[in-house]
């Protein structure tokens, strides 16, 4: 991560040597109202007195994310600002400032957030109940095609439409039966190994009836949510709409639509990410973790993790909530931490072995996709089995991910996941504190389960 710092500190250069007090730049921003468009030259401010400048030919994963994230933190690198002049131009408003930019903080900013980022892969994909058997509409397809390549247009990591789709029909089935406990949107994103995620919700048709030998006109409007796929927390959804389309064909005019859409939109759902991560620097990121308890075991009680809970409160790299939500055989922490993931597996597990009712089981990283951890008692991996299922099926889909140009296919692998079922031990009742507290997520290389057996859900 150091060498991912380095690189992006490489490919930021000041344009005028004022470290200490800051370089004063002038600069315009645009937008749809007076703040969107402050906070557009606040953005560009920073670029211009750091002198962004992104080589578009690097392979370096996760600079540009990492970059547009710093530059949604305007606060403490725009030290100073005056507002040379405003006001509305066309259908925008405009501003043009005046502004001190501290390239220190700016640096401080990249140095923070650039060690908690751990690999960025966006997946776009439609709304579940729109895909009936995995299958999708024609638009609907055209709509994914446009969102991918809008994000790559910005240098941004996607998975490939056509993977997608793939990966949507071979899975649905096992998936839609799957018992890990996620969202059907998570899954897929695991499958993809996509850390965050577009979903395009259903597309309404506007139609105006042409007249005078006219064609008719055709306008579209769709929302966009966004979704932290290691947490499955819904940073926000953006609407989209087109202007009206004149053409004589009607699925041409709803193609042409889509595309309009996209290309005015997208931009407001990519700043969600963007601002969302951008929080990361004074809050740490967010992870989600279970923490499973030994089945058959005496159930666990607030008390008996009560020294867990101070420990983590106690270290002021970690945020978050601190009370874990009790579910059916596990305890589920929603926390954030300032450092590397594999720093904060460790302490999650150095916590769990100097907690008296913890210590006997051992507990161990049996699970890790991004931010989202399993800790498990050493002896009781099988306790995350579904989700060791998806593992490998992911597995699957990377080995055939690198063999370009072939379908698919993951049939062979889901009968033997079939065939080989085992049961999962009973979860204790969701009443009882035998689940145990999970613990903020650590993104080391995951101990993953050692054993590749293709594994039957239930």
Same mark, same amino acid.
């Given at each position: 991560?150091?060498?991912?710092?380095?690189?992006?500190?490489?490919?930021?250069?000041?344009?005028?040597?004022? /470290?200490?007090?800051?370089?004063?730049?002038?600069?315009?921003?645009?937008?749809?109202?007076?703040?969107?468009?402050?906070?557009?030259?606040?953005?560009?401010?920073?670029?211009?007195?750091?002198?962004?400048?992104?080589?578009?030919?690097?392979?370096?994963?996760?600079?540009?994310?990492?970059?547009?994230?710093?530059?949604?933190?305007?606060?403490?690198?725009?030290?100073?600002?005056?507002?040379?002049?405003?006001?509305?131009?066309?259908?925008?408003?405009?501003?043009?400032?005046?502004?001190?930019?501290?390239?220190?903080?700016?640096?401080?900013?990249?140095?923070?957030?650039?060690?908690?980022?751990?690999?960025?892969?966006?997946?776009?994909?439609?709304?579940?109940?729109?895909?009936?058997?995995?299958?999708?509409?024609?638009?609907?397809?055209?709509?994914?095609?446009?969102?991918?390549?809008?994000?790559?247009?910005?240098?941004?990591?996607?998975?490939?439409?056509?993977? /997608?789709?793939?990966?949507?029909?071979?899975?649905?089935?096992?998936?839609?039966?799957?018992?890990?406990?996620?969202? /059907?949107?998570?899954?897929?994103?695991?499958?993809?190994?996509?850390?965050?995620?577009?979903?395009?919700?259903?597309?309404?048709?506007?139609?105006?009836?042409?007249? %005078?030998?006219?064609?008719?006109?055709?306008?579209?409007?769709?929302?966009?949510?966004?979704?932290?796929?290691?947490?499955?927390?819904?940073?926000?959804?953006?609407?989209?709409?087109?202007?009206?389309?004149?053409?004589?064909?009607?699925?041409?005019?709803?193609?042409?639509?889509?595309?309009?859409?996209?290309?005015? %939109?997208?931009?407001?759902?990519?700043?969600?990410?963007?601002?969302?991560?951008?929080?990361?620097?004074?809050?740490?990121?967010?992870?989600?973790?279970?923490? /499973?308890?030994?089945?058959?075991?005496?159930?666990?009680?607030?008390?008996?993790?009560?020294?867990?809970?101070?420990?983590?409160?106690?270290?002021?790299?970690?945020?978050?909530?601190?009370?874990?939500?009790?579910?059916?055989?596990?305890?589920?922490?929603?926390?954030?931490?300032?450092?590397?993931?594999?720093?904060?597996?460790?302490?999650?597990?150095?916590?769990?072995?100097?907690?008296?009712?913890?210590?006997?089981?051992?507990?161990?990283?049996?699970?890790?996709?991004?931010?989202?951890?399993?800790?498990?008692?050493?002896?009781?991996?099988?306790?995350?089995?579904?989700?060791?299922?998806?593992?490998?099926?992911?597995?699957?889909?990377?080995?055939?991910?690198?063999?370009? %140009?072939?379908?698919?296919?993951?049939?062979?692998?889901?009968?033997?996941?079939?065939?080989?079922?085992?049961?999962?031990?009973?979860?204790?009742?969701?009443?009882?504190?035998?689940?145990?507290?999970?613990?903020?997520?650590?993104?080391?290389?995951?101990?993953?389960?050692?054993?590749?057996?293709?594994?039957?859900?239930?």
């Amino acid at each position: 991560m150091r060498k991912l710092f380095t690189v992006i500190c490489a490919l930021f250069f000041v344009a005028s040597c004022s /470290y200490g007090q800051g370089t004063t730049v002038r600069v315009k921003g645009t937008g749809s109202n007076r703040n969107d468009a402050l906070n557009d030259a606040r953005r560009n401010a920073i670029a211009s007195g750091v002198g962004v400048r992104v080589q578009s030919e690097t392979q370096m994963q996760d600079m540009v994310a990492i970059r547009d994230a710093v530059l949604s933190r305007t606060e403490g690198v725009v030290t100073a600002e005056k507002i040379v002049s405003e006001g509305q131009v066309g259908e925008l408003y405009e501003v043009e400032l005046e502004a001190m930019v501290n390239k220190d903080a700016f640096d401080a900013n990249v140095r923070s957030l650039s060690q908690m980022v751990g690999g960025i892969r966006f997946l776009t994909i439609v709304n579940p109940d729109l895909a009936a058997n995995g299958e999708l509409p024609d638009l609907y397809r055209f709509a994914v095609d446009r969102v991918n390549e809008f994000l790559l247009s910005k240098k941004y990591r996607v998975l490939e439409s056509k993977r /997608y789709f793939q990966i949507l029909k071979a899975t649905k089935s096992i998936l839609d039966k799957d018992e890990s406990g996620l969202s /059907y949107e998570q899954k897929l994103g695991m499958l993809a190994d996509a850390q965050m995620l577009f979903e395009i919700d259903k597309i309404n048709v506007d139609f105006r009836q042409g007249s %005078g030998g006219l064609p008719g006109q055709t306008k579209v409007f769709f929302d966009i949510k966004v979704f932290d796929n290691c947490t499955g927390e819904l940073l926000g959804t953006s609407p989209l709409e087109s202007g009206w389309v004149m053409l004589p064909n009607a699925d041409a005019a709803q193609r042409e639509a889509v595309k309009q859409a996209v290309e005015k %939109g997208m931009v407001r759902p990519l700043y969600l990410f963007s601002e969302s991560m951008g929080s990361w620097i004074n809050d740490g990121a967010p992870y989600r973790v279970r923490i /499973y308890n030994q089945p058959g075991a005496q159930p666990l009680t607030s008390r008996d993790l009560r020294p867990f809970k101070n420990k983590l409160t106690s270290n002021s790299d970690f945020g978050g909530t601190f009370e874990p939500n009790l579910n059916n055989g596990y305890f589920l922490y929603n926390l954030s931490y300032k450092k590397r993931s594999d720093q904060m597996g460790d302490l999650l597990m150095d916590y769990a072995d100097e907690t008296e009712a913890l210590k006997p089981l051992k507990m161990d990283i049996s699970f890790q996709f991004g931010r989202f951890m399993c800790l498990t008692p050493s002896a009781q991996k099988e306790l995350v089995k579904p989700l060791q299922n998806l593992d490998v099926l992911q597995d699957e889909i990377k080995k055939q991910e690198g063999q370009p %140009g072939t379908d698919l296919n993951l049939q062979g692998l889901m009968d033997k996941l079939q065939k080989s079922e085992v049961k999962n031990p009973p979860a204790p009742p969701v009443g009882s504190a035998s689940n145990l507290p999970a613990a903020l997520g650590s993104k080391r290389p995951a101990k993953k389960p050692s054993t590749k057996k293709p594994i039957q859900k239930k």
